[in-house]
């Protein structure tokens, strides 16, 4: 299975029986006394993939039916709790591919490694299921614009794990700011913090016994293994990460554009730089993005890997001004300040919700991530827009992926309003896109 190519997993669907062409099993079920549940595939489960996985198993009407994890050090653990949760087990792949020739499953939720994200989608949607994929949606730009395609062509749901967009507060937030709250909204800026520490200087190394390497690569050009790679640090590396700008700045970047209701930007500059140790990570630590759009508006992000000191007491959040006052948005609520001398509270709308932990690394936010994953499930049962298409995504998306383009050309980009294209520097637009293992390369 592990030689098998991306092309040659298109071909064998293309001869597969009528079953992965059409809706999945559960739709053709609704008309029965009851329905099954949706069977989900849950590809990664280190760390993001195995909280998903907790939550989608919790479901009423979903079951987690395959856990699909390259490293063997890491399905076991994410298969008990699954079990324990659902009070079935699931079956276990190291291979994508063998959990959408699955004709009962419904949808495959994607945790793997950045450069996973986009090519797994496409061939999701390909074989008749739906996709809630992790943010970033896209190892790169031209790779949201093939998501775009293929949720066109496959009819399928492809919803990102842009989780703010389904949190009831955050949510109240927009609404505020839409109904004129601090009138004309024309600034915004976000932050992000953390304390992440040094990767070092990696060597190559030994593939560790448990990992397959191969799978782990998938779409990738094949490089030899390296021992600060796996399992976190990947994201540091532009051959499988995105970089801070995405990894985290992807919230804040797409809770921005959504309060200032805005498409794509018309200029874009970067500062910053791999400031704090001197190692092997290839994006900015620290790190300032200004974007502006049409109308009269801009927002800005920074982002500081390692030094995490807080803005408004918090490692995260956004805050928008407007002609008649402020919105400062952190945590899970917001407090809007008119633009006088005292600052007055004009609304305030703060508290965690039932179920928050903040001392969980992983997923603090369990009980408002499940409201994005029942979002997901409610658009596969009911066929209501989900609050996350993938056309919102790759918009929000290609914002850090534009800063990243900006600062590794060291150039100001122009930008079209209307594609999110770069315009007059073919140098920047090289970086629009990625080279593939040969036989992996996405197809829609």
């Known amino acids: 299975m592990a030689g098998r190519t991306r092309r040659e997993f298109g071909r064998d669907l293309a001869l597969a029986s009528g079953a992965l062409a059409t809706a999945p099993s559960w739709l053709a079920a609704q008309d029965s006394p009851q329905p099954r549940k949706l069977v989900v595939g849950v590809m990664g489960v280190h760390g993001r993939g195995a909280a998903l996985a907790d939550i989608f198993a919790g479901q009423p009407d979903a079951e987690v039916g395959w856990v699909c994890e390259v490293d063997d050090r890491y399905a076991p653990e994410c298969v008990e709790s699954v079990e324990s949760i659902q009070g079935t087990s699931p079956r276990v792949t190291k291979d994508v591919r063998e959990v959408l020739r699955q004709p009962d499953v419904d949808a495959l939720v994607i945790a793997a490694p950045d450069h996973w994200h986009a090519p797994a989608s496409i061939l999701a949607v390909a074989a008749g299921k739906h996709v809630y994929v992790e943010k970033p949606c896209g190892h790169n730009p031209r790779e949201g614009e093939l998501l775009i395609e293929a949720q066109k062509r496959y009819g399928r749901i492809i919803h990102m794990g842009n989780q703010r967009r389904s949190w009831p507060n955050v949510i109240r937030c927009i609404e505020a700011l839409r109904g004129g709250i601090i009138g004309r909204v024309y600034f915004a800026r976000g932050w992000y913090a953390n304390n992440r520490e040094s990767i070092g200087v990696g060597k190559e190394a030994p593939v560790p016994d448990a990992l397959d390497y191969e799978l782990w690569q998938g779409p990738a050009p094949r490089t030899p293994y390296r021992d600060n790679i796996h399992p976190y640090d990947w994201h540091w590396f532009r051959h499988w990460g995105t970089g801070e700008a995405l990894n985290n700045g992807s919230h804040e970047l797409d809770v ?113 991530d499940e409201v994005h994953v029942r979002n997901f499930l409610d658009g596969i049962q009911k066929g209501v827009p989900t609050s996350s298409p993938i056309e919102e995504g790759h918009k929000s998306v290609l914002l850090g992926h534009l800063g990243n383009i900006a600062w590794r050309t060291g150039r100001v980009l122009r930008v079209d309003p209307a594609s999110g294209h770069i315009l007059g520097d073919p140098e920047a637009m090289k970086l629009w896109g990625r080279e593939y293992e040969p036989g992996w390369e996405p197809e829609v």
Not at 344 to 362: M, R
């Open 256 to 368: 921005m554009r959504w309060g200032l209701g805005v498409d794509y930007p018309t200029r874009v500059v970067a500062s910053g730089g791999r400031y704090h140790y001197q190692d092997d990570w290839e994006f900015p630590d620290t790190m300032s993005l200004s974007i502006e759009f049409e109308g009269g508006c801009a927002m800005s992000w920074e982002g500081r890997s390692c030094n995490n000191y807080p803005h408004e007491e918090s490692g995260r959040g956004v805050i928008f001004h407007g002609e008649e006052g402020t919105v400062v948005q952190v945590e899970h609520g917001y407090t809007a300040y008119a633009n006088d001398d005292d600052q007055t509270v004009i609304e305030e709308l703060t508290g965690e919700p039932s179920g928050t932990d903040p001392t969980n690394p992983v997923s603090p936010d369990a009980a408002l």
